[in-house]
């Protein structure tokens, strides 16, 4: 299952070149290439799901997280601590339409709180958003 126009797909067919981290028959990893923090890490299954809601197969689910900890041991996150991301959406900004599993880690992240969401937060009056 992948789709043709799909950079992820290229990726994990081995079309585009990409800073991998990891690989076996279910999944590929790779550095993210717009790092947001010293260690940005995607985890993605090879077939193609546009997101987490998209019908993936529970067993490929297991598979893409059961990672998670393996690869941020393999990255030196563990003891600092990482957060895990998947957005899912437009309103959660996700833009590249292939399921992927962000780690983050490196350095202190901090909540994201209401104040960075903007209009849409729930205490939006408070930021003078409305
Ligand atoms: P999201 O906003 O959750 O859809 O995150 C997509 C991420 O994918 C974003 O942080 C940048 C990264 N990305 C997009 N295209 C490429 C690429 O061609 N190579 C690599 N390594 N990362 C990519």
């Known amino acids: 299952m992948q789709d043709e126009n799909c950079i992820f797909c290229k990726i994990a067919k081995g079309e585009v ?3 991998k981290v990891y ?4 999944c590929i990893v790779f550095d993210d ?3 947001l923090m010293p260690v940005h890490t995607l985890i993605i299954p090879k077939d ?8 993936v197969p529970e067993e490929t689910l297991g598979h893409v997280f059961g990672l998670v900890g393996k690869i941020a041991e393999m990255k030196g996150v563990t003891e600092g601590g990482y957060r895990v991301l998947v957005n899912t959406g437009d309103d959660a ?6 399921l992927h599993v962000h780690i983050l880690g490196g350095g202190h992240m901090p909540r994201p709180n209401d104040q960075d969401w903007g209009p849409a937060a729930t205490n939006a009056a408070k930021y003078g958003y409305c």
Do not use: L
Request: hydrophobic share 10%.
């Open 17 to 19: 070149p990409t800073s």
């Open 93 to 98: 900004s996700q833009s590249v339409k292939h």
């Open 33 to 35: 290439n717009d790092p």
């Open 48 to 55: 193609h799901y546009a997101n987490i809601g998209d019908g």
């Open 23 to 26: 690989e076996d028959d279910t």
